[in-house]
């Protein structure tokens, strides 16, 4: 079976730094687009940044580079996303998502709650 | 940037109408083109790809078309498990491969 696996929830204070990951199986997780989606409370889907974990090329939402970081580990079928200085404005779902069959994110994670709270 | 604008922003509908949903891409994305279906509490699932095909398991009262600029999702007889938000997204020129603001389908 093609899933995507996110790790738990995480409560942290603002100024925290945060790694979350969202793991592959099923499919060569290396030959895949892997990307990051953020839903704030309420809001819409917001496209973050898409990694190749083949090769690590890396593009990023012009909105979101600089304030998070993609990262892959070919060797674990892992793909993480991590901030190094929580804001309270992070908060939100994190979904990871991969077009695995098609060109559109066909395959989700089950999503990653992020609450940044003092 | 490719803006992706949906309309309306709520549409209410009864069970076994149909729904029209409409997207419009800020320059042409030819039919890159993708529609989402999300439910409360649940991870957006893919419905259509390439502006016109169905994702695998998704039923035949679920369509999509156009190319271009314009899009259309139909759902031709609503039944209760499609009361839900969906998206669309266009994936020919990024980054970013924006979504659009959602259209929720809702109960009349």
């Known amino acids: 079976e093609v899933q995507l696996v996110q790790s738990g929830a995480e409560v942290k204070k603002p100024g925290e730094s945060l790694k979350i990951s969202c793991k592959g199986s099923?499919?060569?997780?290396?030959?895949?687009?892997i990307g990051w989606v953020r839903q704030m409370p309420g809001k819409g889907l917001e496209w973050m940044g898409i990694?190749?974990?083949?090769?690590?090329?890396?593009r990023y939402n012009p909105s979101f580079e600089g304030q998070v970081t993609i990262s892959a580990d070919e060797s674990s079928n892992t793909a993480y996303l991590q901030w190094s200085s929580l804001k309270a404005s992070d908060s939100g779902m994190y979904y990871c998502?991969?077009?695995?069959?098609?060109?559109?994110?066909?395959?989700w994670g089950q999503g990653t709650v992020v609450i940044v709270s003092s | 940037e490719i803006v992706m604008t949906q309309s309306p922003a709520t549409l209410s509908v009864s069970p076994g109408e149909r729904a029209t949903l409409s997207c419009r891409a800020s320059?042409?994305?030819?039919?890159?083109v993708a529609w989402y279906q999300q439910k409360p509490g649940q991870a957006p699932r893919l419905l259509i790809y390439?502006?016109?095909t169905r994702a695998t398991g998704i039923p035949a009262r679920f369509s999509g078309s156009g190319s271009g600029t314009e899009f259309t999702l139909t759902i031709s007889s609503l039944e209760s498990e499609d009361f839900a938000v969906y998206y669309c997204?266009?994936?020919?020129?990024?980054?970013?491969?924006?979504f659009g603001q959602g259209t929720k389908v809702e109960i009349k």
């Open positions: 998502a991969s077009p695995v069959l098609t060109l559109a994110f066909d395959i």
């Open positions: 997204q266009q994936y020919k020129n990024w980054p970013p491969q924006m």
């Open positions: 099923g499919y060569r997780f290396g030959s895949q687009w």
């Open positions: 320059q042409s994305v030819s039919s890159n």
């Open positions: 390439g502006a016109s």
């Open positions: 990694i190749f974990p083949g090769d690590s090329d890396t």
